[in-house]
Every structure is written in structure tokens, then in C-alpha cells.
């Protein structure tokens, strides 16, 4: 059983394009992340919820917009598509114990802007 | 947030102990020190955690001096599929904010 799955894993599109992206998770967290991972393999925070509400917003373009319709999904619509958009998305999800914190995070989203 | 400073690379022969240490000289009193591990077109994979002294799992072995200001991963034994990148990351435990370094890339040769 898959812990953390996004879906698609490949995304291929054009310039100008909105797209989807969706993770789910179920591990019976109540936090849930997006991180964008460039050409550098830098791995950067976008986006962290908390029990369907958005706690961190890593000054994301607007053009990104996540949306929790409960504790286990966290999607991510994108407007207008840029090339420099085009990276390696990961979900991931943690349940947030006092104490201990563990990131468990999907297989990745790779995106490519043409 | 306390930044972290790894070395970009290592290279390792099979079977030997690699330790990979990270720098995080503005660790805070609640911050907990936490690894990952990276494959190529994977995402990353909590490898182990820990506040003070050591920490040992069956992955792996985490060092942490008194004063906090480092820590040391141990891979013991590492094999060819060892070969990932390796993230140290320093933050509150339950924090929604987290930063990941550049991380260290680990090469096993056979």
C-alpha cells in the first residue's frame, strides 16, 4: 500500500497552461507539504497545512493555489504555466507529535514546461 | 531557523563506515536534528532523529556532541545502493517550516 501517492508522475505541457497536481495520503496525518525540487536538486518548501488549513506559504506566486478538501488530500492547481516552473514537485505528509516529527513524501510530480 | 552546512560530496568504497557530519552552529534549544536520504527520482526517506548523544537504529547511527552545534551520521557497512543524497535538517519538532540544505552527495564504489 502506498503511503503518500501523487498523481500524474510525469506532466509534460505548454507554456500558459493551468494544471493539477494531487496528493493523497493514508497514514492518518494531519500535516500535509508540497516542496519543489529544481534542476540544482534543491528541495524548497511551498506550501504546509494543518488539518485542511494552510499554515505555510513560502512566497509562492499566486499563480499556485493548494487546496485541502480534507486531511488526506492536499492538491495543487497551477495558472499559467512558466518554464521555470518546470521541476519535481513532492507531497508529503507528518503527524505532528510532540516530541517526534517524520516527513513521509510521495514518489514526486515531474513537471516540464515547453 | 538554524542553517545547516554539509559537505557537497563523498565518495566511498563498499563495506566501509562513511560519516557524513553537518554543521548547524545556531541549533535552538528545542530543535531536533533529523536526516534524509535521497535517491535519484525518489523523494527524500527519514533515515534517523535524534536531541543529544547517539541515536541507533537499523539504518543507521547519529552523533551529537554536548554542545549541539553538529552532528555526525554513520553508515555503517555502506553498500552500492548507499549511493544518495544525505539531508541534515535542524528545526522544532512539529514545525511546519522545513528547510532542507543542499544536502551531501555519497558515491559507493565497488
Known sequence: DTAVSQTPKYLVTQMGNDKSIKCEQNLGHDTMYWYKQDSKKFLKIMFSYNNKELIINETVPNRFSPKSPDKAHLNLHINSLELGDSAVYFCASSLRLAGQETQYFGPGTRLLVL | ?110
Not at chain 2, 527519514?46 to 547517539?54: D, V
Not at chain 2, 528545526?91 to 540544505?101: D, R
Request: aromatic share 12%; with cysteine.
Open chain 2, 1 to 110: 531557523l538554524a542553517k545547516t552546512t554539509q559537505p557537497i560530496s563523498m565518495d566511498s568504497y563498499e563495506g566501509q563506515e562513511v560519516n557524513i557530519t553537518c554543521s548547524h552552529n545556531n541549533i535552538a534549544t528545542n530543535d531536533y536534528i533529523t536526516w534524509y536520504q535521497q535517491f535519484p527520482s525518489q523523494g527524500p526517506r527519514f533515515i534517523i532523529q535524534g536531541y543529544k548523544t547517539k541515536v541507533t537504529n537499523e539504518v543507521a547511527s547519529l552523533f551529537i556532541p554536548a554542545d549541539r552545534k553538529s552532528s555526525t551520521l554513520s553508515l555503517p557497512r555502506v553498500s552500492l545502493s548507499d549511493t544518495a543524497v544525505y539531508y541534515c535538517l535542524v528545526g522544532i519538532t512539529g514545525g511546519f517550516k522545513t528547510i532542507f540544505g543542499a544536502g551531501t552527495r555519497l558515491f559507493v564504489k565497488a
